[in-house]
Nanobody, 121 residues
Framework: QVQLVESGGGLVQAGGSLRLSCAASGSIFSINAMGWYRQAPGKQRELVAAITRSGSTNYADSVKNRSTISRDNAKNTVYLQMNSLKPEDTAVYYC???????????????WGQGIQVTVSS
């Protein structure tokens, strides 16, 4: 089993910055893509940013140019640096990873428990 644990959330004023971290632990053979999703109250979960093992990235239009996703493969950790935060960035942020525990296993999708980010106006 692979577990994802997020950290770095909290309350920040509009215009501020936050850095989210997500560390994978457990029985890990390989981790493929990793990403961050968010879900605001009454809304569907949406992709914020994703990164492949080789470092290719993809961002939602709403955070593009304000956020940077990165990862440390040696630490099985993914980061999300968010700048110029807006009240509409308020949501629960979830870490996501495609992981396998054995060399012969297919990748499985794993989710973190979520972490609150609140941006005050």
């Amino acid at each position: 089993q692979v577990q994802l644990v997020e950290s770095g959330g909290g309350l920040v004023q509009a215009g501020g910055s936050l850095r989210l971290s997500c560390a994978a632990s457990g029985s890990i053979f390989s981790i493929n893509a990793m990403g961050w999703y968010r879900q605001a109250p009454g809304k569907q979960r949406e992709l914020v940013a994703a990164i492949t093992r080789s470092g290719s990235t993809n961002y939602a239009d709403s955070v593009k140019n304000r956020s940077t996703i990165s990862r440390d493969n040696a630490k099985n950790t993914v980061y999300l640096q968010m700048n110029s935060l807006k009240p509409e960035d308020t949501a629960v942020y979830y870490c996501n990873a495609e992981s396998s525990s054995k060399w012969y296993e297919s990748y499985r999708e794993v989710w973190g428990q979520g972490i609150q980010v609140t941006v005050s106006s």
